[in-house]
């Protein structure tokens, strides 16, 4: 546990308010159950005899107080410290929790009211930090990864403009060189155009002004933008299902997260198979659409991942088809703004269906047989 003292708010009570008579039980100084009571760190007060005399709900339910004793070693060591002085400290520690999860709290522990020494308390507030550490983290990756993903067009760009000025004499090799400059920059172009998607997604959870959105519409805009690459592919797109569900939301982002899901779906599909967008209303007032394929499958180790930014069950695939790591990622930010999930269920081998559910608008009775 780091400890540093905060020299700056050091507390120095008067001295002859420093012994109490042994006998004489700890109350709290007016007023100080009420701050307690509306702070939203877990709070302890401890006596002098480190026996706890005021613990908030969130102190006992992450197991910092159990009974009138505090539970962890360090903090318990941490409150004897500014009792003997009196100066302000901070700092950081871990509790196990259940399932083997840790909680990390920031803490700061001052003497309260007036005595110090061998009779004063002390109060402890402790924050839990465990969930900004965790987007601390992923920001940081996220970072790293964007990085390390940025520089394979761009260095392949650099490279070719490099053999393009050497070939400048063979006109057949500029064409060749040409083109795959030019795939590389709609990568690129790719890449940057789905950060920019996550970002704002990310944004503005939920979706701020939601609108009438009719799912026929977004099945059918999103089966067009991926037509053209199944066809040179000889695969089949077909949908199926219940017309007539709409919802609330935004339908770009939606027309988006289908969009991502068939394009999966047609570059980890062997040619001459067939995906199917099937559309109907589901339970607890949901729409439910599906994609599924005939796919190589995803492994099962690899089901929990799939929705993390950048990460690829085949990497080598992914890159050949242009994918950017992100759009399944994507897929997922836009149901949380949609206040929906999405689920996957595949065999290796065998093909995977991923699902969108989606809160209807409304409760009419719907029309059998899209087309």
């Not at 007060?45 to 009138?68: E, I, Q």
């Not at 709609?186 to 789905?194: A, G, I, P, S």
């Not at 099945?219 to 609330?248: P, Y």
């Not at 399944?328 to 269920?345: D, E, F, P, Q």
Request: proline fraction near 5%; charge should be positive.
């Amino acid at each position: 546990m780091a400890i540093r003292s905060a020299r700056p708010g050091t507390v120095r009570p008067n001295r002859p308010n420093r012994i109490r008579a042994a006998h004489q039980p700890a109350r709290l100084p007016p007023g100080i159950a009420s701050v307690l009571s509306v702070l939203s760190s877990s709070a302890v007060v401890v006596d002098s005899n480190d026996r706890v005399l005021r613990a908030s709900a969130a102190a006992r339910a992450f197991g910092l107080v159990k009974g009138d004793r505090l539970m962890v070693t360090e903090l318990a060591a941490l409150a004897r410290q500014v009792r003997r002085d009196g100066e302000i400290r901070e700092g950081e520690f871990e509790v196990p929790g259940p399932g083997g999860r840790t909680t990390s709290f920031a803490v700061r522990v001052a003497p309260l009211g007036a005595a110090v020494g061998g009779g004063g308390l002390v109060l402890v507030l402790a924050e839990d930090q465990t969930e900004s550490r965790r987007v601390d983290e992923v920001k940081r990756d996220f970072v790293a990864n964007t990085s390390h993903e940025l520089k394979t067009p761009v260095g392949a760009l650099a490279l070719l403009a490099e053999t393009i000025e050497d070939a400048a004499d063979d006109a057949e090799a500029v064409r060749r060189f040409a083109g795959k400059m030019r795939q590389e920059a709609q990568r690129l172009t790719n890449l940057v155009q789905d950060l920019i998607t996550l970002s704002r997604i990310q944004a503005v959870e939920p979706v701020p002004d939601p609108r009438p959105v009719e799912l026929d519409m977004v099945v059918a805009e999103a089966l067009d933008r991926c037509r053209m690459k199944a066809n040179a592919r000889g695969i089949t797109l077909a949908s199926s299902g219940t017309r007539g569900l709409s919802v609330l939301g935004d339908e770009d982002l939606l027309v988006t997260a289908l969009r991502n899901l068939l394009e999966n779906a047609v570059a980890y599909s062997p040619e001459r198979t067939r995906v199917v967008v099937s559309l109907k209303r589901a339970s607890e007032g949901n729409a439910e659409l599906s994609v599924a394929d005939q796919g190589i499958g995803i492994p099962e180790r690899d089901l929990e991942r799939i929705f993390e930014r950048f990460y690829r069950v085949d990497p080598a695939r992914s890159r050949a088809t242009g994918g950017t790591g992100l759009g399944l990622a994507i897929v997922k930010h836009v149901m949380a703004a949609h206040n929906g999930r999405v689920t996957v269920r595949s065999v290796e081998g065998s093909g995977s269906t991923f699902t969108l559910f989606i809160p209807l608008r409304n409760a009419h009775e719907p029309q059998e047989g899209l087309k």
